[in-house]
């Protein structure tokens, strides 16, 4: 039987044979890893704000994304606007429930959830929400789905695309050393990378859920 494969061409996206560029996806994943290393990494003591350095980090890695070939399938239109806000309800329901049976089965639950949400001193929440809102939220998935993900399903499946991707969106949030964070960055990856890899039509919906999501857990309503 032959190999099946997945690449993306003008406008929608197609399964067939091909190859991806690795070297693009590797060296911009290191330099994810990088940039996550210094933005959550405990002991390094650097004097940055974590928000100004996030936002460098996602138009960066937006931008390299895009120059390398993750062209961003994005169309606007009240189905997929209505479908991301669907998706992003759900996933904080999920994220409800998750951090109450979290507090009562583990003693660190909620004082490492604190420490995720002590990031947000020093800066407006209204600047925040509208940075995860319009760059970091979308520029994320820009890059973990529409580039990462895409790249690595067409060198081998759609299948190992999908679980290497995933896998490297958690593991750069080991850095924080934060189990809640990590575990929190896991199912984020699972959901929309599941998503992307059943529905990749509905790239705008998964962009749009990502930045509610954002907005609303950190925000709006957190947790």
């Known amino acids: 039987m032959r190999e099946v494969k997945y690449v993306e061409t003008e406008g929608q996206c197609t399964f067939k044979g091909g190859r991806g560029k690795l070297y693009g996806v590797a060296s911009t994943i290191l330099l994810a890893a990088v940039f996550w290393f210094v933005m959550f990494f405990p002991g390094l003591g650097l004097d940055l704000n974590f ?3 996030m936002t460098v980090a996602s138009l960066t890695l937006t931008t390299l994304a895009i120059c390398l070939g993750g062209r961003p399938d994005i169309h606007l239109s009240w189905r997929e606007l209505l479908l991301g806000v669907g998706i992003a309800v759900v996933l904080w329901g999920v994220f409800w429930t998750g951090n109450k049976l979290s507090q009562l089965l583990f003693d660190f639950a909620r004082p490492q959830v604190d420490l995720i949400y002590g990031i947000k001193g020093g800066t407006s929440p209204t ?9 970091i939220g979308p520029g994320e998935e820009i890059f973990w789905r529409g580039y990462v993900q ?11 695309g999908f679980l290497l991707a995933t896998a490297a969106y958690t593991l750069i949030h080991v850095a924080s050393l934060n189990f809640m964070l990590t575990m929190a960055a896991l199912v984020c990856g699972v959901l929309w990378g599941g998503l992307f890899r059943l529905f990749p039509k509905h790239f705008t919906a998964i962009v749009v859920s990502h930045a509610l999501w954002d907005a609303a857990a950190f925000v709006w309503f957190p947790f």
Not at 127 to 135: F, K, N, P
Not at 150 to 160: D, H, K
């Open 51 to 53: 928000w100004l350095l």
């Open 150 to 160: 895409r790249r690595l399903s067409a060198r081998w499946s759609p299948n190992v």
């Open 127 to 135: 600047l925040i929400g509208l940075l995860l809102l319009c760059i």
